[in-house]
């Protein structure tokens, strides 16, 4: 079964250090990596896609990749309260060209004033 | 640029009853996915559509269908409902073609009682 591991959390980080967040997913021929932060009662916002190993900067996201350990990570730098969400990372395992994400169950993240 | 519009926001409907849930896709997009989001599960994979056909499905029993118009807005069925459909039905649109970022349409939030 193909699975996106995440650590539930809650993570807590005081505001204006790095927030770190991590997951491992099962299928190696997995192609699409993506971030998605999601507020209580709302939809999940897309903030960060990778599709090769290393590292990506958008302002004060960074995504870095490694398939070989099958392992993603979102930094977070200069955390703001408004930061506080849950980051759903999630996975692209369909294959063939088409789309169908996995999804992690989420890490709860808290940034303390 | 309208972003992914869902109706209805809301639904209650009885045990037993089906109901259609609908999505309209960002202009230019030609794939839908559709997922299902609970408290325990987390965010699920119902189905894609592109180009008005099914091109993936997850694991869902068969009271779940969907489909797809040419002008790429989409629909899911559900059939006979139990009280454990109770969930946000979320879509995505995106351009399709496996890698592409998908964008997720505020939900529609329905309860089975």
């Known amino acids: 079964q193909k699975e996106v591991e995440q650590n539930s959390g809650p993570l807590s980080v005081p505001e204006g250090a790095i927030a770190s967040l991590n997951c491992t997913y099962s299928d190696r021929v997995s192609q699409s990596f993506f971030w998605y932060r999601q507020y209580s009662g709302k939809s999940p916002e897309l903030i960060m896609s990778i599709y090769s190993n290393g590292d990506k900067e958008d302002g004060r996201f960074t995504a870095q990749l490694n398939k070989a350990s099958q392992y993603v990570s979102l930094l977070i730098r200069d955390s703001q309260p408004s930061d506080s969400a849950t980051y759903l990372c999630a996975v692209n395992v369909q294959g063939g060209g088409a789309d169908g994400l996995t999804f992690g169950k989420g890490t709860h993240l808290i940034i303390q004033p | 640029k309208a972003g992914v519009t869902q109706t209805p926001r809301y639904l209650i409907k009885t045990r037993g009853q089906q109901v259609t849930l609908s999505c309209s896709p960002i202009?230019?997009?030609?794939?839908v996915s559709w997922y299902q989001q609970t408290p325990g599960q987390g965010l699920q994979f119902l189905f894609e559509y592109f180009s008005e056909t099914q091109r993936n499905k997850g694991n869902f029993p068969g009271r779940f269908s969907g489909r797809q118009f040419s002008n790429s807005r989409s629909e899911m069925n559900v059939s006979t409902l139990e009280l454990g459909d109770s969930a946000l039905y979320l879509c995505a649109s995106s351009f399709g073609g496996g890698t592409t970022e998908a964008f997720f349409g505020q939900g529609t939030r329905l309860t089975v009682v």
């Open positions: 202009s230019g997009h030609r794939s």
